[in-house]
């Protein structure tokens, strides 16, 4: 079979990887329209805050075993009937099998003096490694930087600029920062601890205009100010990247449409990861993107042709030194649902539970809560939570381990996930441990936890750690 995929990203790469696995019957060409070989795009904070060079975020699983890979090519085209895709090199390859893996592309607002396709001098967004770099550029000698938006890429965004060194101040249009995360009472504490680490943030402070020259950038807001920096970050979210999908003729809403096994509506194309809307969910993350992509390739590789996607609950952390802040499900108040909250401002301290017939529905942990792996665990299994909540939201939880998973891998159940990015739980771990696996790099090797937003490399340590220092035999299966 000829499977070609269209994206060299983090789901393109994968799936290409996963097929490869799965034997030489498979061919694969992966078309990715960035320069460069793949990498890991979730970094590129760690790569802006200076912590991980950019050759550490170079994704190889799928590079030199087999497949056809080709950096920057462009598909411009596809021939659903010749079955045939057409590249910007006039380049013409036929497929058995096509997958659209074309991610997202970043949002550029309506603002006077921001066009698309030529963003003005010291303004970048921040998606590829080339914006990383364009804004690496830019911020050495800047002392001032401005972001506009404050969800999760815009803060990691600010984050990095900020352990530069940098003065930043974030605006953002909503009442409130990572409105879709957060609560109102989490973004309060959150703006006190970002001003604690130099940034300040605006809120509900819509721009208008932006104006940028060789020596800065003006943004004017809608209520008359302006603000002025050495540099423009926009991160205004992210679009799914449809349009060759749309211009062939495929169903397409907000994402590529697609049923359980991502297959669009033509069954001889498929889509995963940012670019894919399965259950009118277009999820802008990996490990959706990720599980997509297995699920495609024992599809494809005929292990399991009727192999259903089905999405995970879905845990946000946010990747930036000096705040620790994880949320989960909703932080909208639901009928009947009981609501915890405790609120420490001064200490950077925030602790929501939204449960709903004795399970959570959502969380958000904010600066020290000893009960965040706990919380998760919890919210991950959909397991019913403790008599005491009060213990488990201040972090004293009674009847589940109360420890955060690296602490205590020995109370933690076999189904917890240690590495959510990969689907990694902790049983796996452990049955890795029993077939040989006797160090770290060994068990990552195995099960690939720890390689996507790596925030688990902790957990997946102490795991290995307890592993090495109990008999196997009484560790349970
Ligand atoms: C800075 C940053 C931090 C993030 N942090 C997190 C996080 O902590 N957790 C999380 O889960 N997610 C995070 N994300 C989101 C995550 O990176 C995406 O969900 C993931 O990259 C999706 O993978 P993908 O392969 O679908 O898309 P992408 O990785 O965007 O890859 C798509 C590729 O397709 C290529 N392409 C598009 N059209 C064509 C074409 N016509 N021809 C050829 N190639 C084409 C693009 O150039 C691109 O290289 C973050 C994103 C950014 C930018």
């Given amino acids: 079979m000829n499977v070609v995929i269209i994206g060299y990203g983090m789901a393109g790469s994968r799936l290409a990887a996963e097929l490869r696995d799965r034997g030489p019957h498979i061919k694969v060409t992966v078309l990715g329209a960035e320069p460069h070989r793949a990498y890991n795009r979730i970094m590129l904070s760690s790569v802006l805050a200076g912590k991980v060079r950019e050759r550490d975020v170079e994704i190889t699983e799928a590079a030199g075993h087999g497949i056809d890979l080709r950096p920057g090519v462009t598909v411009t085209a596809i021939d659903r009937g010749a079955r045939m895709i057409t590249t910007d090199a006039g380049d013409r390859i036929e497929y058995d099998h096509l997958v659209l893996a074309t991610g997202s592309r970043a949002l550029i607002p309506p603002l006077s003096g921001l066009d698309r396709e030529h963003l003005p001098e010291r303004v970048a967004v921040f998606r590829t490694l080339d914006d990383c770099r364009r804004i690496l550029a830019t911020a050495s000698g ?14 990691e965004a600010a984050r990095g600029l900020a352990a530069r060194g940098i003065a930043t101040e974030v605006v953002h249009a909503v009442g409130h920062l990572m409105e879709r995360q ?3 009472g989490a973004s309060a504490v959150l703006v006190r601890t970002l001003a604690g680490i130099g940034i300040t943030a605006h809120l509900d ?6 104006a940028a020259d060789a020596d800065g950038v003006t943004l004017g807001l809608a209520d008359g100010r302006e603000l002025r ?3 423009l970050v926009v991160a205004c979210g992210v679009r799914p990247e449809t349009a060759l999908a749309a211009e062939t003729g495929l169903a397409v809403e907000r994402g590529v449409v697609v049923d359980d096994h991502m297959r669009t509506s033509d069954p001889h194309i498929s889509a995963i990861g940012d670019c894919a809307q399965h259950e009118g969910v277009v999820s802008g993350l990996v490990a959706p993107a990720w599980e997509q992509a297995r699920i495609v390739a024992r599809v494809l590789g005929g292990e399991d042709p009727l192999a259903r996607y089905r999405p995970l609950p879905v845990v946000t952390r946010l990747k930036a030194a000096g705040i620790d802040l994880a949320a989960m499900g909703t932080s909208m108040p639901a009928e009947g649902a009981e609501e915890l909250s405790f609120a420490d401002p001064a200490r950077g301290t925030y602790a929501k539970l939204t449960i709903v017939d004795e399970r959570l529905t959502g969380a958000i942990l904010l600066g020290d809560n000893p009960s965040v792996g706990a919380v998760i665990q919890l919210f991950d299994r959909g397991a019913p939570v403790p008599v005491d909540r009060r213990a488990l ?12 998973q690296a602490e205590s891998p020995a109370l933690m159940p076999d189904a917890a996930t240690v590495c959510q990015c990969n689907t ?13 696996a006797r160090s770290v790099d060994d068990v990552v090797a195995a099960t690939r936890a720890t390689t996507g937003c790596g925030t688990c490399r902790d957990a997946v340590e102490g795991i290995v750690d307890w592993l090495s220092t109990v008999d196997s035999s009484e560790v349970a299966a």
């Fill in 229 to 231: 920096a050495d540099l």
């Fill in 142 to 155: 800047a002392r001032t930087a401005l972001v506009l938006g404050g969800g999760l890429l815009g803060l």
């Fill in 205 to 210: 402070a819509m721009a208008a205009s932006v």
């Fill in 393 to 404: 939201l201040l972090g004293r939880a009674i009847g589940v381990p109360a420890a955060t």
């Fill in 424 to 436: 990694v739980s902790k049983g796996a771990l452990v049955r890795c441990w029993r077939a040989g």
């Fill in 182 to 184: 957060l609560d109102p």
